[in-house]
């Protein structure tokens, strides 16, 4: 049997294990999709005494994505982000890769969104807005990112190629221009907030938002009222799932089951 799980403190909450688990039923896989919440002193020993006793393959969620980056060897899209959310246990050693970033161009397509030559706002500069802004870029976007603290902003910006850094006061002239908006904040989380104003919508622009309790946010809500398309939290939970098991197993990931399991147990 294979032995897959996810490994942050805390992660008692973590909707991997039913998406994961959901993916091996469909596709006939023994293995089993394991939890490990682990101390965040001993992070590293937990990191060696996986692959010591042969798990196959880690999702890697907070605090420990710098832990992993350091622990593997680091992809090369991982190596631009700075951070790593899936390991893959291989012959020659452990493997990081960043399935945030890769799995959000991922939820773009199965909308039928084009990232190519987009003007992508990503609000927030903490590690979600680095990997949707790496991400952006790597499709051929352009990417302004706005921050509450501005001075974030353009850190981050100096980082991404092409990007700008803003003040969350620009958004309104950044939304008037853009073709993706991107709330990477926890604005949103559990309350009836956004990040975005509400009169800067309109009918040309994509949302997608990070967050995903509750599945639709007032940010997602507002882009709705003004005609703009949108993409909820789950897609991004998804894909980087669908491209953690793709990166583990080689196989293709059934997307329809891995969304259905999320799904379900996100309305619990
Ligand atoms: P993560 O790693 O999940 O992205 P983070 O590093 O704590 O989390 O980043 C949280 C982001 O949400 C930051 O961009 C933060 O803005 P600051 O850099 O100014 O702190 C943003 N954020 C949090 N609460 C906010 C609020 N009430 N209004 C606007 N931005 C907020």
Redesign the pocket.
């Known amino acids: 049997m294979d032995v897959y799980g996810i490994i942050g403190n805390p992660v008692e909450h973590s909707l991997s294990p039913p998406m994961h688990e959901a993916a091996f039923d469909a596709c006939g896989i023994d293995a089993k999709f394991v939890t490990f919440e682990a101390d965040p002193d001993r992070i590293e020993e937990a990191f060696r005494g996986a692959q010591a006793l042969g798990v196959d393959g880690l999702t890697v969620t907070?605090p420990f994505k710098h832990d992993a980056f350091e622990f593997a060897d680091v992809d090369e899209k991982a190596q631009r982000v700075g951070a790593v959310n899936t390991i893959d246990f291989t012959d020659d050693g452990p493997v990081g890769y960043n399935t945030d970033m890769t799995g959000t161009l991922q939820a773009f397509d199965h909308h039928g969104v084009s990232l190519e030559g987009a003007k992508a706002v990503v609000i927030?500069?903490?590690?979600?807005?680095r990997a949707l802004a790496f991400g952006f870029e790597e499709a051929g976007g352009t990417v302004s990112i706005a921050?509450?603290?501005e001075s974030?902003a353009h850190d981050l910006a100096d980082d991404v190629p092409g990007a700008s850094g803003h003040g969350?006061e620009e958004l309104p002239d950044l939304m008037a221009e853009a073709d993706v908006v991107a709330n990477?904040?926890?604005?949103g989380l559990e309350e009836d907030v956004s990040?975005a104003p509400a009169d800067a919508w309109h009918d040309d622009l994509t949302a997608y938002d990070a967050v995903y309790k509750p599945l639709e946010t007032r940010f997602l809500s507002d882009a709705a009222a003004a005609g703009a398309q949108t993409i909820d939290g789950a897609w991004m939970l998804l894909f980087q799932g669908v491209d953690a098991f793709e990166t583990w197993t080689g196989e293709d990931a059934p997307v329809d089951a891995m969304n259905e399991a999320l799904r379900s147990h996100l309305s619990e």
């Open positions: 907070l927030g500069a903490g590690g979600a807005a921050n509450r603290t974030k969350l990477a904040t926890s604005v990040a």
